[in-house]
C-alpha cells in the first residue's frame, strides 16, 4: 500500500487485534485492538510538505470506527495543545477537530525537541473521539531515548480486558457470624501497645 508501508504499530503479544486498511496518501498503521473496548488505533505521520486539507482528514477519520485514537507526528503548530507558536496547519486541523468532535488528548507538555535551533514544540498529536476522552490519560516521558520526539505514555481506565471492576457487595448474604469470628481471631494476633 505504499505510503502506509513506511509506519508501524506495535502491539503487546497475547492482545487480540485486527488490522485496519486505511485508504490514505500518507503514513499510516492501524488496528482494532480489543482492551475491554473495541478501539480503532492508528499511527499517523503528515510529513511537513504535503499539504492536508479538512476533505482528505474528514476522508481519513469517517474509515475508523466510533471508539479510535489517533496518534502520530503530524507536524501541526497550535497553542491548543501546547505549543508556543501556531501555522496554517495547525489552525486547520484545530477547526477541523472543532467542527467534527475530536479531541486531543495533550496536556500542554512540549514533546519535540528541534537539535539544530535547540527549540521545543508540540507537533505529536494523540487525538481520539469525545466518547472516550475521559477514558484516557496523556503524559509525556521525561527521557528521550536518543530521540528528538518524548515517548508518550496512554493510559486507559478500560484497559486489563474488561473494565474496571468496582466489587459491590450483598449485605444480606454476608456470614455475620463468620465474620465477626475472623475480626476477633485477626484482633487476638495483633499487639496493642498501650500509653500509660
Known amino acids: 500500500m505504499g505510503a502506509r508501508d513506511r509506519m508501524a504499530l506495535l502491539i503487546k503479544s497475547g492482545k487480540s487485534f485486527s488490522e485496519i ?7 499510516t ?4 485492538i480489543s482492551m475491554g473496548k473495541t478501539l480503532a488505533v492508528c499511527a499517523l505521520y503528515l510529513p511537513p510538505g504535503i499539504t492536508i486539507s479538512k476533505h482528505s482528514l474528514a476522508e481519513f477519520f469517517e474509515q475508523l470506527p466510533k471508539l ?6 503530524l507536524n501541526v503548530h497550535f497553542p491548543a495543545w501546547g505549543d508556543s507558536r501556531r501555522d496554517g496547519r495547525g489552525t486547520m486541523l484545530k477547526e477541523f477537530m472543532a467542527e467534527n468532535d475530536r479531541i486531543a488528548l495533550n496536556s500542554g507538555e512540549q514533546i519535540f525537541v528541534h537539535s539544530a535551533y535547540h527549540s521545543t514544540s508540540t507537533i505529536d498529536l494523540a487525538v481520539t473521539s469525545p466518547s472516550i ?14 530521540s528528538n520526539h518524548f515517548l508518550i505514555i496512554l493510559t486507559f481506565k478500560f484497559y486489563l480486558n474488561g473494565y474496571i471492576h468496582i466489587p459491590s457487595f450483598n449485605f ?16 487476638d494476633d495483633c499487639v496493642v501497645h498501650t500509653l500509660s
Open 133 to 146: 476522552v475521559i477514558e484516557c490519560f496523556w503524559a509525556a516521558h521525561s527521557d528521550l531515548y536518543r
Open 68 to 73: 479510535f485514537l489517533v496518534l502520530g507526528d
Open 172 to 187: 444480606c448474604k454476608a456470614d455475620w457470624n463468620r465474620f465477626g469470628e475472623l475480626c476477633r481471631l485477626s484482633l
Open 21 to 27: 486498511g486505511l485508504y490514505t496518501g500518507v503514513h
Open 29 to 32: 498503521a492501524a488496528a482494532t
